[in-house]
């Protein structure tokens, strides 16, 4: 159940509570903002939000602000030496698999936003362009992946995006608002839940 009005895993820290109140599960569509909640949701799997969140700064930083077209511009052996330069200068997972894949996927969401005319397009198909409100009466009832996830997982790793799987894709997929998964009795439910199509 949600603690005092609000969903039970933002009341461990500050930080959680202001990310949950102010952030999670409102809908964007601004493509660098997609973009950072991939490759935030890619480098928090096997790890917990909270450590990612402390993070969220420095990963701000190492990596242009998520500027997709300046991430996917760099070449094969530059990005080697901005990963090294990475991790030794920025507080972030320090799995250089992962620091790789926020370049490659740079170049995978630059192609989708050639093809498509921007990264919100593709990615928000996966729900029909609005957000699937749901109904949950308690924090355990929410799933950790969806059909509707795993077709994104499939679609993003066709694309040529790595560190994406069925799991990460539906915690993306909340973190951006294409779910409402905040529990019925949190004080936020309501606010995403009057959103139509026409304001995003």
Not at 58 to 69: C, G, K, L, S, T
Request: net charge negative.
């Amino acid at each position: 159940m949600a603690t005092n009005n609000v969903c039970d895993w933002a009341t461990h820290s500050e930080l959680e509570r202001q990310y949950h109140d102010k952030e999670w599960g409102q809908p964007h569509k601004d493509d660098n903002y997609l973009f950072e909640f991939l490759t935030l949701e890619g480098a928090q799997a096997g790890l917990n939000w909270y450590t990612i969140l402390k993070k969220r700064p420095d990963y701000r930083n190492a990596f242009e602000a998520y500027n997709i077209d300046k991430l996917a511009a760099y070449s094969d052996h530059d990005i080697e030496l901005r990963i090294t330069d990475i991790i030794d200068n920025y507080d972030v997972v320090r799995h250089r698999g992962k620091l790789r894949s926020v370049f490659t996927n740079a170049r995978a969401a630059k192609a989708l936003q050639i093809q498509y005319g921007n990264l919100a397009i593709p990615l928000w198909q996966f729900v029909n362009n609005k957000p699937v409100i749901n109904h949950w009466s308690s924090s355990d009832d929410v799933p950790v992946a969806t059909a509707a996830s795993l077709a994104m997982s499939q679609f993003l790793k066709h694309n040529g995006f790595k560190f994406i799987g069925n799991i990460t894709c539906y915690a993306f997929m909340q973190a951006v608002g294409m779910v409402n998964d905040h529990t019925i009795n949190c004080q936020c439910y309501h606010g995403i839940t009057d959103i139509t199509d026409e304001t995003l």
